[in-house]
């Protein structure tokens, strides 16, 4: 087994909701488990997601990679998604973005050098009119973002 007693124990929760017959349903729920505590979502962590769970591992690698909030490779401390999604990027989206990559040293899908801060462009997240908006480990929604409260973010998350 690759994660803790207590990860199976979360997962045996989201497995009690579902019948029996339909275990497979508790797959998101189990992945985003699994990278909690392990940060991101291996080919081994997969496999054994697949066993515990019962289902095909081809299975749980589809949904792994059809959805963005789980990353398939190591990421930063702090995963940091930024819409740019249409109503976002013409409402400070594409600003914020440009302003984050200058302040960060670094583009989309990259991890700064002291591996604190992963950069990643996100599809819409339900709060056009918040614009611009973050999301911090696909947890925190940052609203309103502008470059001083993107200064005021990083220095939090650097503590």
């Not at 009690?16 to 080919?43: H, T, Y």
């Not at 589809?62 to 249409?86: Q, R, S």
């Amino acid at each position: 087994m690759l994660l803790s007693e207590q990860a199976y124990k979360k997962i045996d929760r989201e497995l009690a909701k579902f019948p029996a017959d339909q275990r497979q349903s508790a797959v998101m729920a189990a992945l985003a488990i699994a990278q909690d505590e392990r940060g991101w979502v291996s080919p081994e962590v997969m496999q054994d997601l697949a066993d515990y769970i019962g289902m095909p591992a081809i299975a749980v690698q589809e949904v792994a990679t059809f959805y963005n909030m789980y990353d398939l490779k190591p990421v930063g401390k702090h995963k940091v998604t930024i819409c740019t999604n249409l109503p976002c990027a013409l409402s400070g989206g594409e600003k914020a973005a440009a302003y984050l990559k200058e302040k960060l040293g670094i583009d989309y899908r990259q991890t700064t050098a002291d591996g604190q801060f992963t950069l990643v462009e996100g599809e819409c997240m339900g709060a056009c009119g918040d614009s611009p908006v973050l999301l911090v480990n696909n947890k925190r929604m940052c609203s309103h973002m502008s470059n001083e409260k993107i200064d005021a973010l990083l220095a939090e998350l650097k503590k």
